[in-house]
């Protein structure tokens, strides 16, 4: 109802203003007129915003009693139901949170499997890197060496057990074919010095 009136002074205000401007000649009046004016909207201005003010107090009180008569007529039942679901859902949480903590720590277990299983593998191939470096020649260089030596040659592809080959002489070729199962590391040994020997 206030807005209203101020509403209806605002409008006045303005054809009292238009009045004035087309009425004076003389600019001087016409300043002085608009001075007036001035003040007179800058008081209903304030008005307005007083009367603003006070609606949206008188708004925000309205707000909190009828929140506060809500809030006493929910019965003990709501209450109750309002406690279960928050009990429910904390127990789904507290169940949630068992679940996440179980696997975390399988994660980490299979982190640990896995750096243990990294540093395994290292080893492994620092050992095979130092074979195939430092002993795999070593270990041609011998071969070498000793079928020079004895002038055996062996037959690389053999079926698993079997022992074959050839020692060469200035005149001869002998050839032997052996099985590691049916004959011992010893009589394999002799047997070849058998061999070598008849030519030395």
């Known amino acids: 109802m206030e807005s ?3 509403a209806e002074a605002a409008t006045d205000y303005v054809k009292e203003l238009i009045t004035v ?12 007129g608009i001075g007036a004016y001035q003040d007179k909207s800058n008081q209903i201005q304030r008005k307005m915003n007083d009367q603003m003010k006070n609606d949206i107090l008188g708004l925000c009180a309205i707000k909190e009693e009828k929140e506060k008569h809500i809030s006493t007529n929910h019965s003990d039942a709501s209450h109750g139901t309002a406690l279960a679901e928050t009990t429910a859902e904390m127990d789904r949480a507290k169940q949630h949170q068992a679940r996440v903590q179980q696997e975390l720590s399988a994660t980490r277990d299979r982190v640990q499997q896995c750096k243990t299983e990294k540093e395994q593998l290292e080893e492994e191939r620092e050992r095979i890197t130092e074979n195939t470096t430092v002993r795999l020649p070593e270990v041609r260089h011998n071969f070498n060496l000793y079928s020079n030596i004895s002038r055996i040659r062996w037959q690389e592809e053999c079926k698993p057990g079997e022992i074959n080959g050839f020692i060469c002489n200035a005149n001869d070729v002998k050839p032997f074919s052996l099985n590691s199962q049916q004959n011992s590391p010893f009589f394999i040994a002799n047997y070849l010095w058998d061999l070598m020997e008849a030519d030395w």
Do not use: G, P
């Open 21 to 32: 401007l087309s009425t004076e000649d003389t600019e001087m009046v016409q300043l002085q």
């Open 4 to 6: 209203t009136e101020a």
